[in-house]
DNA sequence: CTGAAAGCGCTTACAG
DNA sequence: CTGAAAGCGCTTACAG
C-alpha cells in the first residue's frame, strides 16, 4: 500500500496496528508497556512499529497526559558564561529525567520576559526556571502561579512572589570579598556593579540598612553591594561614596568607563568587581591604566571563569557553582512538577573566596 | 461557576466560547483571526478570553497543523563559548519567527547524538541545527530524511549525507593563519588539534593529499590540519611530523600536555591552535614553560574570545563569525521547513584574522 | 457570517 | 487479554 506521491505521512499507531493486525488499543499497550498484552502480539506490534519506524507522536501525548516533559528556561543571555553553566547543569538533570528544555534569552527586558513566558505557557511547559529581568511589573509572574505551572526563580528571589529559588548569598559573598581585602590592611576599598546608584545613595547614608534589609529579595547587585557597606561598616571604615562605582547599565564596557574615571585621580588600593561582567571591565581598566595588580591595586573578582587563571596576574575571585545552581533548580522545579508542595524556598549554594595573585597587602 | 476543588483547570477555547454565548468555531476564529467574525462578537469572545486569561493550546494548535513551530538544536556543549554564541544566534533568529529552541547537549557522544535526535522527532520539531558528533554511525541521520524533518548541519558537513551546513572553510583558515606566520620568517610551525594521528600521518606521508581531499567533508580539525599542511607545502617547507600535536581527545588540559611535551624540548619558533579550547591548553603550556610571547614562541589562536584581549600579550587569533553561523543556520533551516527545496548547499561564513601581539619574527 | 462535525494521534476507562 | 469508543483542545472544510 504506497502513499499517493512520494510524500510518505509519517506511521501513526494506526498503521502500526494495522501492520501487526491488533487494534490500536493493544498497539499502543504493547509499545507503551502499559497494560497487559499477550506475548505474541507484543513482538508482532514490536516487528511492525520497527518495520515502519514507528515513533510515537509526544505530541499526542502530551494532550493526553497534559504534560510535556518539557520545563522552559528564561535566561537573561544564554552567551554570557554565567548563564551557559547554569543551562548546562539544568540541561544535564533534565536529560536524566527524560525532560526536554526550551530556552530563551530576555536581555534583561521585562516585556520580552512576559512575552516569552506567554510562548513557554502556551506550548505548555511543565514548569520554568526563570532568571527574573530587571524591573517594576510583578503581574506576569502571577499568572503562572494562576496557569498551575510551577516555577523556580535563579540568580535571585522576588519580594512578594511566592515561589523557589536558587542562587547564592550575595551578601555574604560580597562580605567575604571585602573581609578578605580589609585583612590584608586595605581601607579605600571600591566596588564596581550595576546597582542602581540611589540604592547605593541609601546605603551610604544609612549603613545599618544593609543589616537589615532583606539582601535574598534583592537583585544580585544590590545584595553584593550591601554585603560591601557590611564589612566596612563592621569594619568602622567610614563609606566613601566615591569609591561605590555604577556601571549604569549591564556590560563590561561600562564596568570599564567606570572603573576608568575612578581611578585616574586619587585611587583606592583595592577593587572588587561584583560579577564575571564587571570583572571584565575592571580588570580592563586597571590595565589601561597601567596599574600593576595587585602592587597598586588589588583586584577581586566574581565567578571563577577560565580566563581568570590565564591573565597576569592570576585573579582572586569569588566562585559560585553556577552549573550547580542549575542543577539544583531542576531538581527542585522537578519536584513540584511531581506535586511536591512543601513550603516555597530559597536555596542557597556556597560561593567560596578563591585566593590567587591579584590581591595583596597595599604597599606601605 | 466555580471548579469543584482549587485545582482550577485551565481555560479551553470552549469556555471562551460558552462565556462569550458563541461556538468554538467562532470562539476560534475570532481569537486566531482566521475566517471571518462578525465584530462585535469578536469584542464579546476577546473580551472573554481576557477576562478567563485563555491561552490558546499550541499542543492541540501542533497537532492539527502539524508543526510544533519549535526546533531542536544538537549541540556539543552548550558551555563551550563557540556553541553559546551559536545557539544564540539561532535563538535570537528564531523568535524573530516566532519559532522556539530546544537544545540538547551530546558531548560527542554519537550514541547520546542519536537518542537526542529521537526525542526530538518525538516531540515533532519542524527541524533540527545539529553539530554533528564524531563517530562512524550515519545512520540515524538518514532517518531525518525519512521523517521528512529539514536538518542543517553546523561547523562541518558529512559525506554521504545530503544536507545543507554552515561552517567556515577551516582549511583555508588555517591556511592563513600558517601563511601569517610564514611571512614572519617562522619555519618551525606547531599546530595542535584534536585531529587523529592516522590522518595526520596520512598527510605527512603525502602532503598532495592536503589539496585533493574535499576538506568541506571533513571535520574542522581534520580540515584545519589540510590547511597547516597546505601552507607549509606552498611554502616549499619539508613537515615535520614532530609538530603535528594531537591532543588525542577534546579538551583544554589534553592540548596543554601535547605542548607542554613538544615544547620543552628543542622547541618551533610558532604555535598554532585549532579552536578556542586547544587555544587555552597551548596558552597555558607556553606560560608553565615560561616562554615568552612572542620573543621565544609565536602563538596564533583559533576563535575571537574575550579572554584573548585580555592576556598578555593579546592574542592573536583566526575570528569565526559563531554568532552568524547560528543566524544563518536557523535562516536556513525556516527556508526548508517553508518548502524551499533547492539543492542542498553548503554556506561558508568567513573568518578573518585578526593580528595582535602574540606573533612576530622569529628571533634571529 | 456562524455553527455542527470531523479529525490530528495518542491513552484510558469500560465492556466483553 | 483485547477492542470500540471517548476525549485531550484546537482548526477547517462543509452546510446553512
Known sequence: MTEPDGARARPTLRDVAAAAQVSRAT??????????????????VRAAAEELRYRPNELAR?????????????????????????????????SQHDVEVLITNTDEDQSREQRKMDVLIGKRVDGMIVYPAQGPSLGHYDQLAQHGIPVVFIDHALAHIEADAVMVDGARAAEEAICHLLDLGHIEIAMVSEAPLSLAREL?????????????????SGA????????????????????????????????????LSRFSSDRPTALFASDNVMTIGAFRALKTLRITIPAEVSLVGFDDLEWTRLVEPQL??????????????AEQLLRRINGNDEPQQTIFVDTQMTVRDSSAAPRE
Chains 1, 2 share one sequence.
Not at 516533559?69 to 538533570?93: A, K, L
Not at 553591594?225 to 562605582?245: D, F, H, K, T, V
Not at 553556577?322 to 539544583?328: F, M, P
Request: charge should be positive; glycine fraction near 8%.
Open 224 to 259: 553584593r553591594l550591601a554585603g560591601y557597606i557590611r564589612a566596612m561598616y563592621r569594619a568602622g571604615i567610614p563609606i566613601n561614596p566615591r569609591n561605590i562605582l555604577s556601571s549604569d547599565g549591564y556590560s563590561a564596557d561600562r564596568a570599564y568607563s567606570a572603573v
Open 316 to 329: 582572586t575571585v569569588v566562585s559560585q557553582p553556577a552549573q550547580k545552581i542549575g542543577q539544583l533548580a
Open 27 to 44: 498497539a499502543g499497550r504493547a509499545l507503551a508497556g502499559y497494560g497487559n498484552v499477550n506475548e505474541e502480539l507484543t513482538l508482532r
Open 62 to 94: 502530551s494532550m493526553r497526559d497534559n504534560r510535556t516533559r518539557t520545563i522552559g528556561v528564561i535566561c537573561g543571555d544564554i552567551e554570557n558564561p554565567f548563564f551557559s553553566r547554569v543551562v548546562r547543569g539544568i540541561s544535564d538533570n533534565a
Open 204 to 220: 551610604v547614608e544609612n549603613p545599618e540598612l544593609a543589616f537589615t534589609i532583606d539582601t535574598t529579595q534583592q537583585r544580585q
